[in-house]
């Protein structure tokens, strides 16, 4: 059993950045791919970034990509999202997701199915 935990949102101005935290308890960090997803009001679940187990491989949605960069410490069981020129389209509720059956040379992709643990989210709001 895997208990993720997410930190950091908030309401921000277009242009500024923010650092979302993941932090998780059981299982071994290690061994586990994370994911991060958001869902904006009256739209579906998106996948917004995947990094390996061991931190070494990301890969994020066009939307995000060359402005959000996904890390993870292991050593602190957390994952990190620092979202850079941030738009008031990046409005959401932001989730973290544990796969924990993923091998270690491959990178969790926007398949939610494939994610069997996560967060209660955390709310970012981005105004113009």
């Known amino acids: 059993q895997v208990q993720l935990t997410e930190s950091g949102g908030g309401t921000v101005k277009a242009g500024d950045s923010l650092r979302l935290s993941c932090a998780a308890s059981g299982g071994t960090f290690s061994r586990i791919g994370m994911g991060w997803f958001r869902q904006a009001p009256g739209k579906e679940r998106e996948f917004v970034a995947g990094?390996?187990?061991?931190?070494?491989?990301?890969q994020y949605a066009d939307s995000v990509k060359g402005r959000f960069t996904a890390s993870r410490d292991n050593a602190k069981k957390t994952v990190y999202l620092q979202m850079n020129d941030l738009k008031p389209e990046d409005t959401a509720v932001y989730y973290c997701?544990?796969?924990?059956?993923?091998?270690?040379?491959?990178?969790?992709?926007?398949?939610?199915?494939?994610?069997?643990?996560w967060g209660q989210g955390t709310q970012l709001t981005v105004s113009s």
């Open positions: 997701a544990a796969d924990t059956t993923i091998i270690l040379s491959t990178i969790p992709g926007p398949d939610s199915t494939s994610y069997e643990y």
């Open positions: 990094i390996s187990r061991s931190g070494r491989m990301t």
